[in-house]
């Protein structure tokens, strides 16, 4: 072997640097491996909750929002034209991620793992370690390489099938008027599916559109058509960075880990069924794994398994639940009518689609009031 180490991570977004970040505080040497040079473009929508900042804060990662204006309130837009807009409970922030990866890898680097431009091809298990591409070894080794995970597959899972997959299309647009916060309008037509628009601070939104997959594909030119229908103050000819990408959803998860091999956030199918936010449980995921790998290899994956089910299991099931629900839009139009009516509905949504929360029984039964309501103002 050129190269052997006690954890390389495959991958540098936000769960593989969390990953290096967690297994070089534990003592491990680590290799952080990507096929691309840093900074890099990553489609996104670019929110970044408390959640994550907390997490962040945990690893010891104190400026990867620094400069950048919080974002103190959310308005969500019903299938059937009702409205929420609250305050959160607490602000987040639009970071793009050329800026916020960056700046997690060189947080990582400084920690001291090694970086390295590498496009992994092939993955082949050994009694005692991981080979990559026969030139590099690790004790174990965490995939944390995206949607289109080599590492995935090479423990034999598919990608995630139609249901469980969502497409989304993102730019960079001239900001709306109106107050700053978050907005999402959600979609009656191919439900479920929605658009945002998320304010950076220096004149500009993230923008996009997503919907989940149900075998028949999207052409960009239709991703941008529902972009424009549900975004009517947006020109799309003034939005740039276009692009598109997949987002598995944790409906549909492999099992985390295989002796020595590990995968976290969007490897493990770890995006919220319900908003597809996925930096929480990237980053949340990639300090598990990191902690798990820097032991004894040989009990990572089943360590890295209780510590998940420990951290996210309940949250989970819980999310899973609600995305299920959510599948028919009068839910979701009940639900937004109990959040404008209800600060702790509001917060329990918010804990759900972009923390660790919980379906609790008062939001289930403030939603069975709202099913009892009209259902608003019709939507495109």
């Not at 008027?177 to 950076?200: C, D, H, M, N």
């Not at 997949?246 to 770890?270: C, F, I, M, V, Y």
């Amino acid at each position: 072997m050129d190269d052997e180490f006690d954890v390389v991570v495959v991958g540098a977004g936000p769960a593989g640097a969390a990953a290096a970040l967690t297994a070089r505080r534990a003592g491990a040497s680590v290799l952080l491996l990507d096929r691309a040079d840093f900074p890099r473009d990553k489609a996104c929508g670019d929110g970044i909750a408390a959640h994550s900042v907390d997490v962040l804060a945990e690893l010891g990662v104190t400026e990867a929002v620094a400069g950048y204006a919080p974002l103190p309130a959310l308005r969500m837009i019903a299938p059937g034209g009702g409205a929420v807009a609250r305050a959160l409970p607490r602000p987040a922030y639009t970071v793009p991620r050329e800026v916020f990866d960056a700046r997690l890898v060189a947080a990582a680097v400084a920690a001291g793992a090694q970086l390295r431009r590498h496009a992994v091809r092939r993955v082949e298990s050994r009694a005692d370690r991981v080979v990559l591409d026969g030139q590099v070894s690790g004790r174990v080794v965490i995939g944390a390489d995206g949607a289109g995970s080599v590492v995935r597959r090479a423990l034999g899972h598919p990608p995630n099938p139609d249901r469980h997959l969502a497409l989304a299309i993102r730019g960079y647009a001239p900001v709306l008027p109106g107050p700053s916060e978050q907005l999402i309008v959600t979609s009656k037509a191919r439900w479920p599916a929605y658009a945002w628009s998320f304010p950076i601070g220096d004149g500009r939104a993230n923008v996009g559109y997503g919907e989940v997959l149900r075998g028949e594909p999207l052409s960009r030119g239709y991703l941008l058509d529902r972009l424009a229908a549900l975004l009517p103050g947006t020109d799309l000819a003034t939005v740039t960075a276009l692009r598109a990408h997949h987002l598995p959803l944790s409906t549909h998860r492999p099992t985390p880990g295989r002796e020595r091999t590990l995968l976290a956030g969007d490897a493990l199918s770890l995006i919220n069924p319900f908003t597809g936010e996925g930096i929480f449980y990237a980053l949340l995921s990639g300090a598990l794994a990191g902690s798990a790998a820097a032991r004894s290899p040989e009990g990572a994956a089943g360590r890295y398994a209780h510590g998940l089910r420990r951290r996210l299991g309940t949250h989970l099931r819980h999310s899973s639940v609600a995305a299920w629900l959510a599948r028919r839009r009068r839910v979701v139009d009940a639900a937004v009518r109990a959040a404008r009516r209800d600060d702790r509905v509001f917060h329990d949504v918010v804990e759900l689609g972009l923390g660790d929360g919980r379906l609790t029984a008062r939001t289930l039964a403030m939603i069975g009031v709202g099913l009892g309501g009209g259902e608003g103002a019709p939507r495109q």
